[in-house]
């Protein structure tokens, strides 16, 4: 929530001093000032959308890394597969057994 604010007051802040150039300045001037202010804001907007972009990668990351801690945790197979593994086993043994 913080990086919207930020976003919001730099985007008002550039509008607010786009719009108050003094009026003695060429046209040509009022021109290149605002496209150094429209260049200002875009690239504020991209640092703090690549902060954002980075905030969710490490996000993903350490969500990976407790889903394969639960993985582990739980001997690293899939609830369901481990029980199709048991049921196998217990099919197999008793195969066995009435060949025996």
Known sequence: MKMLSKLLVICLLGVLHANALPEEMS???QRVVRR???STIASEISQIMDLIQQRN???Y???QRVGEKR???TGGEHPERRLYS???TLSLQEKQKRHV
Request: proline share 0%.
């Open 71 to 73: 993985k582990s945790a």
């Open 86 to 88: 048991n049921l196998l």
């Open 36 to 38: 150094y202010v429209e």
């Open 61 to 63: 990351l350490l969500s």
């Open 27 to 29: 046209e040509d001037v």
């Open 57 to 59: 990668f490490v996000n």
